[in-house]
T-cell receptor
């Protein structure tokens, strides 16, 4: 079965520092991977996706993610964090019926 | 482009009562999803529609949950009777078609509290 895991419940970084939010996946076949962000009292917003092609995927708000097949990882990154990036981040993988299988989420806190 | 609309935004009920949630997807989106997000967890798919037909409802507790998508546009999700463990945010999402190439767009959710 398709699944993802987010090993960190919480990530804290200082504003201006690079950030990484980790995600590993387990799939049969080719992985279709996604990152979503959730701000308080709002729905999930799409950040980026990996379907095929370049291992480095660029998305919204300056975020990017690196697909690593050998490590079965799809970590979310940003070179310079902003306080406004503080939110809940979800990694997801496409399920067998084209639904989304989400990880448990990682709460990112960026401190001024 | 208008986003996915959901109502109500918040609902508080007592256990054993009934509740219904409404979702209006983005215009033209054929696929509609209902997810349940329990506090501290990622969203879990309850049911997926393609137009007005059900594609996947394997994780829908059918003894108490029901959903319909009449005319392939709006959808309602109903819980009858509600249990304490149904307290969660119910998210509706839609996509242009069902497929990995089309991301899902999510509504703001309905936060249900069962007392």
């Amino acid at each position: 079965a398709q699944s993802v895991a987010q090993p960190e419940d919480q990530v804290n970084v200082a504003e201006g520092n690079p950030l990484t939010v980790k995600c590993t996946y387990s799939v049969s076949g080719n992985p279709y991977l996604f990152w979503y962000v959730q701000y308080p009292n709002r729905g999930l917003q799409f950040l980026l996706k990996y379907i095929t092609g370049d291992n480095l995927v660029k998305g919204s708000y300056g975020f990017e993610a690196e697909f690593n097949k050998s490590q079965t990882s799809f970590h979310l990154k940003k070179p310079s964090a902003l306080v406004s990036d503080s939110a809940l981040y979800f990694c997801a993988v496409r399920g067998n019926n084209n639904d989304m299988r989400f990880g448990a989420g990682t709460r990112l806190t960026v401190k001024p | 482009e208008a986003g996915v609309a959901q109502s109500p935004r918040y609902k508080i009920i007592e256990k054993r009562q009934s509740v219904a949630f409404w979702c209006n997807p983005i215009s033209g989106h054929a696929t509609l999803y209902w997810y349940q997000q329990i506090l501290g967890q990622g969203p879990k798919l309850l049911i997926q529609f393609q137009n007005n037909g059900v594609v996947d409802d394997s994780q829908l507790p059918k003894d108490r949950f029901s959903a319909e998508r009449l005319k392939g546009v709006d959808s309602t999700l109903k819980i009858q009777p509600a249990k304490l463990e149904d307290s969660a945010v119910y998210l509706c999402a839609s996509s242009l078609v069902a497929g990995a190439f089309w991301e899902q767009f999510f509504g703001p959710g309905t936060r249900l509290t069962v007392l």
